[in-house]
């Protein structure tokens, strides 16, 4: 069984920072693209940004400067470093990992979620 738990929410004001974690544990072979997606009240599920097992990453225009997602491999862990933060960040923010449970199979899993607020 693969887990996938995200911390470091919380209330922030505007223009505040906020580092978020997602750590992988269980019966991991190998992860490949990790991925934040963000989800505000009355709104679809939306791409933060990924990263893939290389090191690429990619970011939705709404943070582009602002955000930077990072990894480490050998914690199975990835990170999404926010900075000036806006109120229109506020959503609860969940992580999605590809992980391989043998070297032929790969499921995708999700987080939790976390709650980042953004509010003075």
């Known amino acids: 069984q693969v887990q996938l738990v995200e911390s470091g929410g919380g209330l922030v004001q505007p223009g505040g920072s906020l580092r978020l974690s997602c750590a992988a544990s269980?019966?991991?072979?190998?992860?490949?693209?990790m991925r934040w997606y963000r989800q505000a009240p009355g709104k679809e599920r939306e791409l933060v940004a990924h990263?893939?097992?290389?090191?690429?990453?990619n970011y939705a225009d709404s943070v582009k400067g602002r955000f930077t997602i990072s990894r480490d491999n050998a914690k199975n862990t990835m990170y999404l470093q926010m900075n000036s933060l806006k109120p229109e960040d506020t959503a609860v923010y969940y992580c999605?990992?590809?992980?391989?449970?043998?070297?032929?199979?790969?499921?995708?899993?999700w987080g939790q979620g976390t709650q980042v607020t953004v509010s003075s």
């Open positions: 269980g019966s991991i072979f190998g992860i490949s693209t």
């Open positions: 990263i893939t097992s290389g090191g690429s990453k």
């Open positions: 999605n990992a590809n992980c391989y449970i043998t070297t032929l199979q790969i499921y995708t899993y």
